[in-house]
């Protein structure tokens, strides 16, 4: 794990990425295939102010904008045609580009894909993708949710995203984590990868073992770091199947077995193998925080932000290594690349950002993706602005975002008991 | 008032729900609310508790019985939540201290501590035969009654002399159970070994509860009525199977209620003494050894000149020093009622006066037949079913007919010849048999008919050199 005397290693510029912005500027680079993937793992992505990150990615938007008006018609249905053609110049520009919706909000007369998609869901699939790719049902294996396709190369490069978070988080190379999740979803499937990228030793969870097998592994291993879920007790009380394992069963089966105690649950010399608790879903919510405090002896956790459509979108940092920062559990940096993360309010014809204080509909632009192209996408999720860009005192630039919600709270009970958190 | 638990000796109380008084409507309380992870730490708790050897257990239980107080605010409470004249509260709390000595000198009569085997209790089983009394492994999980504010001094005072780690979920209303656990505690026992836990019986997690404890458990001790019990502790559904049950109670021990339905023989005059000892069979009248029914030998007399005793108590609110009648649940004199008009034919029924939801002027009945109803039930109301003899053998005949089920959890024989007594005791089918002794003075050792210093250990027999047992 990297020690809080470290920590300002995460926030310097990496020298090859001011030789890579410096083509991009040049116009040298303007194909987002080119870029290389273990560039989306530099954190100098998070230390440029908007006014310098946006010229950078604004080549990949408008190629992709592009795309997408080409290669995916019957989802953008002309929308972006006026954007295609080299009008997309400046951020203005951008910000007058519409949003894309899959359910219509007729408050704002955005009319949504979900029927299109639903009878041919290759709609999604961008015409012109380059290679092979494979499908993730966004809100997780419920069946209907569309899919958002994706090749080797965009898993490439939003893994090495995620490693991002794992350096705001403290993991290192020659770190051991363990995880729960399911890996039959994809953010089951990026964090085992993006583990491996980052040079740790990961051990996963078969479905048929429980939280006693659980924690003799973590013990066996070694682990150091526990990659799991957390559900809102009242969620958790009535989904059996999303409850099978969580951290309340880790927490459970320790107390209940003195023997396990000083692997997840400090032991009575107050001593704990388990020094970084990653908790995923949808956000951390309060009882999971509350287990943390009660019975894991306030151990570090935090969290990153991601779903099929687009990981990774935002992250909370380590604790330990930030304190005094704003960016602790469900108060997330924004992670600008692959994709690019907005909060927005309508104006007028446009979507622009919200000031801080406000709350928005969270939109991604993946502006380095083969597979499918969204541009300015509100899956239906809203987020507040905590902190604009350089206010948190922890030296990550990107604003910080908080009170991230699905606006549909069955879709938030269908994401708990089919999707990555039903480990 | 707030009622906590105690885990690993310290009180808790995360969350806490609310109870009412069925008998004081205005009177409300908050009890701490056990989580599931609350019961979790019990149960680890438990399994990691310190034994004690055998002497140290009975010196720390000495210590607990002087320490045992309560306060006026407790003894408030209990009436107010039992309906239970305060005399009769008083009574059973002051109780507790001398349970714990009880069970400390009855350990130590029975069994003796022998250096040689390192502080276990052994007896000598037989010549060159000692039979050691080990602790079962494990944990004792015990679900305490709502009608006896004992109930937790009993469990507990029995676990500790036993060295056998305990969970005890009380009643909600319980406010003993934490004086008890606290100075059990304060005697030296290790916290982990007493654990309490409070939480709502009718919330809809408290079965998944129940069902924890029961199957973490290697011992169970339950209060209440068989099929009740069953209901909520023993089956649970299968994981494995859907729509199949499992039984918990199949692979461990369970100490069970015996039926009460309590009797006593009595013979002569209601004299002074007589009146003593009715009131002290009748005057818990909630309480399951509270007598029940009464067989008059050769005094013809004593049937009526009992409905006069009972006719006389003082009936009022049970806050009031002079009251001798308190209240009962409404549903019990429901039932009580329902069964006096079902019968009215083939008995006479002397008082039964509905005085409130919640109160009843005593009831005497007497009939020409034992009717199971009244002379093989409890009905824990005020309530006596008086039958004649013309000896004891038919009395105890006629107890045994009565009553075809589980034997009665205890029978008294008050002023019948001494031989003839001791010589029938054996044939009565109840678990304790008293000599000129109230049915509510059942030994705190072995209130449920089972010896708990043997239920509560396993067995081992030591057999010394050449000498075999005979």
Redesign the interface.
């Known amino acids: 794990m990297r020690q809080p005397e470290d920590w300002q290693q995460v926030l310097a510029v990496e020298p090859a990425f001011s030789e890579l912005a410096d083509a991009i500027l040049q116009g040298r680079l303007v194909d987002y295939a080119s870029l290389p993937p273990e560039c989306f793992s530099w954190h100098a992505w998070d230390q440029l102010p908007q006014a310098r990150l946006f010229p950078l990615i604004l080549p990949f938007l408008r190629q992709q904008v592009g795309r997408a008006s080409r290669a995916m018609p019957e989802i953008y249905a002309g929308s972006l045609q006026d954007f295609a053609n080299a009008a997309l110049q400046s951020y203005e520009d951008w910000l007058s580009i519409p949003l894309l919706v899959k359910d219509d909000l007729p408050e704002y007369t955005l009319h949504g894909f979900r029927s299109a998609a639903s009878n041919a869901p290759s709609l999604l699939k961008p015409r012109d993708c380059p290679a092979g790719s494979m499908a993730f049902g966004s809100g997780g294996s419920a069946g209907s949710a569309t899919p958002t396709y994706v090749t080797l190369a965009d898993r490439e490069r939003e893994i090495q995203g995620w490693r991002r978070a794992h350096n705001y988080h403290g993991l290192t190379s020659g770190d051991t984590a363990l995880y729960t999740y399911n890996t039959t979803h994809k953010g089951g499937q990026w964090m085992q990868e993006s583990l491996l990228r980052h040079g740790l030793t990961v051990h996963l969870r078969r479905p048929e073992e429980d939280a006693v097998q659980v924690l003799e592994n973590l013990r066996r291993s070694g682990a150091n770091i526990l990659f799991t879920v957390q559900q809102p007790y009242e969620t958790m009380?009535q989904q059996v199947k999303s409850a099978g394992m969580n951290l309340?069963a880790l927490?459970?089966?320790?107390?209940?077995?003195?023997g396990l105690?000083g692997i997840l649950v400090p032991d009575r010399q107050g001593r704990r193998q388990i020094e970084f608790i990653f908790l995923g879903g949808f956000a951390i919510p309060p009882y999971g925080l509350e287990?943390l405090e009660?019975?894991l002896g306030s151990a570090s956790t935090a969290t990153l932000l991601g779903s099929s459509e687009a990981i990774p979108q935002a992250a909370s940092t380590n604790p330990r290594l930030t304190p005094g920062a704003v960016c602790h559990y469900n108060n997330l940096h924004l992670l600008q690349a692959p994709h690019y993360i907005e909060v927005l309010k309508p104006q007028g014809s446009r979507w622009v950002p919200v000031e801080k204080g406000e709350t928005g509909l969270l939109v991604y632009s993946s502006w380095a993706r083969d597979g499918t192209i969204w541009i300015r996408y509100a899956p239906g999720d809203s987020a507040k602005l905590l902190l604009n860009e350089g206010e948190c005192p922890c030296g990550i630039r990107t604003p910080v975002i908080t009170d991230v919600q699905r606006l549909d709270a069955n879709q938030r009970e269908g994401l708990l008991e089919f999707g990555c958190a039903a480990g | 008032m707030l009622i906590q638990g105690y885990l690993a000796g310290k009180m808790h109380a995360r969350k806490t729900f609310t109870v009412k008084s069925i008998f004081y409507p205005e009177y409300s309380f908050q009890v701490s609310d056990a989580t599931m992870l609350d019961v979790s730490s019990a149960i680890g708790a438990a399994r990691s508790a310190e034994r004690l050897i055998f002497a140290e257990r009975l010196q720390r239980l000495d210590a607990a019985a002087d320490a045992f107080h309560y306060s006026a605010d407790v003894l408030e409470h209990t009436v107010k939540m039992s309906g239970l004249p305060i005399k009769v509260v008083r009574a059973l709390l002051d109780e507790i201290p001398g349970w714990f000595r009880q069970v400390s000198q009855a350990w130590q009569e029975k069994v003796k501590d022998q250096p040689e085997y390192s502080g276990t209790p052994a007896e000598i089983a037989a010549p060159g035969a000692d039979k050691l009394l080990q602790p079962v492994e494990g944990y004792c999980y015990a679900v305490g009654p709502a009608n006896d504010p004992r109930a937790s001094a009993l469990t507990a005072a029995n676990c500790a002399a036993a060295g056998v780690p305990l969970v005890f979920k009380a009643a909600r209303h319980d406010a003993a159970a934490p004086l008890v656990f606290q100075c059990l505690i304060q005697a030296g026992f290790d916290p982990s070994a007493l654990n309490l836990l409070y939480f709502d019986n009718h919330a809809a997690d408290a079965p998944q509860k129940h069902h924890k404890l029961v199957a973490a458990s290697s011992l169970t001790w339950t209060f209440g009525p068989v099929v009740d019990v069953d209901r909520a502790l023993r089956y649970t559904t299968d994981p494995e199977h859907p729509g199949s049950r499992l039984d918990l109670f199949a692979d461990r021990r369970v100490l069970r209620h015996a039926n009460a339905a309590c009797s006593a023989v009595i013979s002569g005059e209601l004299d002074g003494e007589m009146r003593r000892f009715l009131d002290a069979s009748l005057g818990f009248a909630s309480g399951c050894t509270a007598t029940r029914s009464v067989l008059a030998v050769r005094s013809p007399d004593l049937p009526e000149q009992i409905a006069e005793y009972l006719a006389s108590l003082k009936v009022g609110d049970p806050l009031q020093e002079e009251t001798q009648v308190g209240y009962i649940l409404p549903g019990n004199l429901d039932y009580l009622a329902d069964l006096l008009q079902k019968h009215a034919l083939s008995i006479k029924i002397h008082g039964g006066r509905r005085l409130s939801r919640q109160q009843m002027s005593p009831v005497l009945v007497t009939g020409e037949n034992d009717l199971p109803d009244f002379f093989g039930a409890e009905i824990p109301a005020y309530f006596l079913a008086v039958g004649q003899c013309d000896s004891l053998e038919q009395a105890v005949r006629r107890i045994n007919s009565s009553n075809p089920g589980e034997p009665r959890l205890a029978v008294s024989l008050y002023h019948q010849p001494a031989a003839q007594a001791a010589a029938l005791a054996g044939q009565i089918r109840a678990k304790t048999v008293l000599l000129n002794q109230p049915t509510t003075y059942v030994a705190p050792y072995l209130h449920e008919g089972n010896d708990y210093r043997e239920w509560l250990c396993e067995s081992k027999l030591i057999i010394k050199d050449t000498n075999q047992p005979e």
């Open positions: 009380q309340h927490v459970m089966a320790s107390l209940e077995n003195p105690r287990l009660e019975y």
